[in-house]
Protein backbone atom coordinates (compact mmCIF):
# COMPACT_ATOMS: atom_id res chain seq x y z
CA UNK A 1 0.00 0.00 0.00
CA UNK A 2 1.18 3.74 -0.63
CA UNK A 3 2.65 5.06 2.71
CA UNK A 4 0.35 7.84 2.11
CA UNK A 5 -2.66 7.15 0.24
CA UNK A 6 -4.94 9.58 -1.72
CA UNK A 7 -7.96 6.73 -1.25
CA UNK A 8 -10.50 7.62 1.39
CA UNK A 9 -13.29 5.68 2.82
CA UNK A 10 -15.90 6.17 5.06
CA UNK A 11 -17.45 5.20 8.71
CA UNK A 12 -21.23 5.53 8.93
CA UNK A 13 -23.68 4.38 12.16
CA UNK A 14 -25.42 1.17 10.60
CA UNK A 15 -28.42 2.35 13.25
CA UNK A 16 -29.22 4.65 16.52
CA UNK A 17 -28.52 1.38 18.76
CA UNK A 18 -25.32 1.06 19.85
CA UNK A 19 -24.65 -2.52 19.46
CA UNK A 20 -24.99 -2.06 16.39
CA UNK A 21 -21.72 -2.36 14.22
CA UNK A 22 -21.05 0.59 12.34
CA UNK A 23 -20.89 0.24 8.11
CA UNK A 24 -17.04 0.91 7.41
CA UNK A 25 -16.25 1.10 3.52
CA UNK A 26 -12.24 1.09 3.56
CA UNK A 27 -12.73 2.21 -0.49
CA UNK A 28 -8.89 0.71 -1.05
CA UNK A 29 -7.41 1.78 -4.05
CA UNK A 30 -10.38 3.81 -5.59
CA UNK A 31 -7.49 6.99 -6.27
CA UNK A 32 -6.07 6.15 -9.37
CA UNK A 33 -2.63 7.21 -7.82
CA UNK A 34 -2.95 4.52 -5.31
CA UNK A 35 -3.64 1.91 -8.01
CA UNK A 36 -0.76 2.57 -10.26
CA UNK A 37 1.94 3.32 -7.19
CA UNK A 38 1.07 -0.44 -6.17
CA UNK A 39 1.23 -1.45 -10.13
CA UNK A 40 4.62 0.38 -10.12
CA UNK A 41 6.07 -1.36 -6.73
CA UNK A 42 4.15 -4.54 -7.79
CA UNK A 43 5.79 -4.77 -11.16
CA UNK A 44 9.34 -4.12 -9.47
CA UNK A 45 8.70 -6.96 -7.37
CA UNK A 46 7.56 -9.61 -10.09
CA UNK A 47 10.31 -8.47 -12.10
CA UNK A 48 12.92 -9.20 -8.68
CA UNK A 49 11.25 -12.06 -8.23
CA UNK A 50 11.04 -13.89 -11.60
CA UNK A 51 14.75 -12.37 -12.97
CA UNK A 52 16.58 -13.73 -9.35
CA UNK A 53 18.60 -16.88 -10.17
CA UNK A 54 18.51 -18.61 -7.08
CA UNK A 55 15.28 -19.10 -7.20
CA UNK A 56 14.82 -20.14 -10.57
CA UNK A 57 10.43 -19.74 -10.33
CA UNK A 58 8.14 -17.55 -11.66
CA UNK A 59 5.63 -15.33 -9.34
CA UNK A 60 2.35 -16.10 -11.36
CA UNK A 61 2.76 -19.63 -13.56
CA UNK A 62 -0.97 -19.72 -14.05
CA UNK A 63 -3.33 -17.25 -14.42
CA UNK A 64 -5.47 -15.73 -11.17
CA UNK A 65 -9.03 -17.05 -11.47
CA UNK A 66 -11.00 -13.74 -11.55
CA UNK A 67 -8.27 -11.66 -13.50
CA UNK A 68 -8.31 -14.70 -16.44
CA UNK A 69 -9.81 -12.75 -18.62
CA UNK A 70 -7.31 -10.51 -19.54
CA UNK A 71 -4.07 -10.25 -20.88
CA UNK A 72 -1.86 -12.62 -18.77
CA UNK A 73 0.70 -10.58 -16.78
CA UNK A 74 -0.38 -7.43 -18.43
CA UNK A 75 -0.46 -3.65 -16.68
CA UNK A 76 -4.64 -4.41 -16.38
CA UNK A 77 -3.55 -8.36 -15.13
CA UNK A 78 -1.49 -6.81 -12.81
CA UNK A 79 -4.36 -3.96 -11.44
CA UNK A 80 -6.74 -6.88 -11.19
CA UNK A 81 -4.62 -9.10 -9.26
CA UNK A 82 -3.78 -5.57 -7.07
CA UNK A 83 -7.20 -5.34 -5.64
CA UNK A 84 -7.83 -9.20 -5.38
CA UNK A 85 -5.47 -9.62 -2.85
CA UNK A 86 -4.91 -5.94 -1.41
CA UNK A 87 -6.35 -5.61 2.47
CA UNK A 88 -5.73 -3.33 5.32
CA UNK A 89 -3.13 -3.98 8.40
CA UNK A 90 -5.89 -2.49 10.48
CA UNK A 91 -3.71 1.00 10.70
CA UNK A 92 -7.18 3.18 9.97
CA UNK A 93 -7.32 6.97 10.50
CA UNK A 94 -9.70 9.84 10.42
CA UNK A 95 -12.92 8.12 11.01
CA UNK A 96 -12.98 10.98 13.98
CA UNK A 97 -10.63 13.56 12.32
CA UNK A 98 -9.90 16.77 14.07
CA UNK A 99 -11.52 19.52 13.04
CA UNK A 100 -14.36 17.40 11.57
CA UNK A 101 -15.94 15.73 14.12
CA UNK A 102 -13.60 16.38 17.00
CA UNK A 103 -12.03 19.75 18.38
CA UNK A 104 -8.52 20.65 19.17
CA UNK A 105 -9.51 19.28 23.03
CA UNK A 106 -10.44 16.30 21.67
CA UNK A 107 -13.92 17.03 22.46
CA UNK A 108 -16.80 15.06 20.15
CA UNK A 109 -18.63 18.29 18.86
CA UNK A 110 -22.07 18.73 20.04
CA UNK A 111 -21.77 15.67 22.75
CA UNK A 112 -20.90 16.89 26.38
CA UNK A 113 -18.66 15.25 28.33
CA UNK A 114 -16.71 13.01 25.54
CA UNK A 115 -13.28 12.94 24.18
CA UNK A 116 -12.04 10.97 21.36
CA UNK A 117 -8.39 9.64 22.23
CA UNK A 118 -7.05 7.83 19.54
CA UNK A 119 -5.75 7.25 15.69
CA UNK A 120 -9.19 8.30 14.65
CA UNK A 121 -8.74 11.97 15.34
CA UNK A 122 -5.73 11.64 12.76
CA UNK A 123 -6.75 13.37 9.86
CA UNK A 124 -4.47 11.44 7.57
CA UNK A 125 -1.85 8.29 7.91
CA UNK A 126 1.78 9.34 9.49
CA UNK A 127 4.40 8.48 7.03
CA UNK A 128 5.21 5.69 9.71
CA UNK A 129 3.28 3.20 11.59
CA UNK A 130 0.60 5.03 13.50
CA UNK A 131 1.85 3.45 17.05
CA UNK A 132 4.11 6.42 17.84
CA UNK A 133 1.98 8.98 16.40
CA UNK A 134 -1.22 7.69 18.87
CA UNK A 135 0.98 7.09 22.08
CA UNK A 136 1.59 11.05 21.44
CA UNK A 137 -2.36 11.08 21.39
CA UNK A 138 -3.23 9.68 24.06
CA UNK A 139 -0.42 11.83 26.14
CA UNK A 140 -2.00 14.92 24.93
CA UNK A 141 -5.42 13.49 25.92
CA UNK A 142 -4.40 12.93 29.12
CA UNK A 143 -3.17 16.56 29.74
CA UNK A 144 -6.54 17.96 28.12
CA UNK A 145 -8.87 16.14 31.16
CA UNK A 146 -6.61 16.88 33.77
CA UNK A 147 -6.33 20.29 32.85
CA UNK A 148 -10.28 19.69 33.08
CA UNK A 149 -10.68 18.32 36.35
Known amino acids: ?18 DDN ?9 HPDDLEAMLFGFKKFVDL ?16 PGCDNLVFKSDDYYR ?17 ALGKVVDSKLKV ?11 SVMPRLPNGNTQAATIMI ?5 DLIIADM
Open 49 to 64: YENTAALNTTFFPNPV
Open 22 to 30: PIMDPQYLT
Open 80 to 96: CVIRMFSFTLYHHVGTC
Open 138 to 142: AEKGS
Open 109 to 119: KGIDGLRVIDA
Open 1 to 18: MPGRPKSFGNLTLASRNP
